[in-house]
């Protein structure tokens, strides 16, 4: 992957790292609050069964494909996927202590499975890669 790209690719996914961390840590729903002016409304970005788990599952699934693409052929690229698992349940929990918002345990599988897709998708990618 040419330089560049990879250097955009990086930059993209700390500002969605950062961006996923001030959503997640906020007290309430800061996009509720600008979609609907209230801080207590979760829109979902899909209509699903499930409620706003699936915009859980796409949020983890798109930062842990640009993390991984980020660093794929590094040798941190094992503690790249614990950060993310990590890093998918700890946001879950800190719901038990903040403000306006409360823990989940679909959200919670739902961050899990978006961060697990991502990796198989990689880990199956550098697998393919490497027999062409």
């Not at 990879?6 to 790292?17: A, D, G, N, Q, T």
């Not at 614990?82 to 918002?101: A, G, K, M, Q, V």
């Not at 959200?107 to 499975?113: E, Q």
């Amino acid at each position: 992957m040419k330089n560049n790209v990879l250097k955009l690719i990086r930059y993209l996914y700390y500002l969605s790292l950062i961006a996923l961390l001030i959503l997640y840590l906020f007290p309430g729903s800061l996009i509720g609050y600008l979609f609907y002016g209230d801080l207590r409304t979760q829109p979902s970005l899909i209509s699903n069964p499930i409620g706003t788990s699936i915009n859980h599952a796409l949020a983890f699934l798109y930062l842990s494909m640009l993390g991984l693409i980020s660093y794929m052929k590094l040798k941190s690229f094992i503690q790249t996927n614990i950060f993310l698992i990590s890093l998918s349940i700890i946001l879950e929990l800190s719901h038990y202590l903040i403000p306006n918002r409360s823990f989940e345990f679909l959200d919670l599988f739902a961050n899990l499975l978006g961060t697990l897709m991502a990796i198989f998708i990689i880990i199956f990618y550098k697998k393919y890669k490497k027999i062409l």
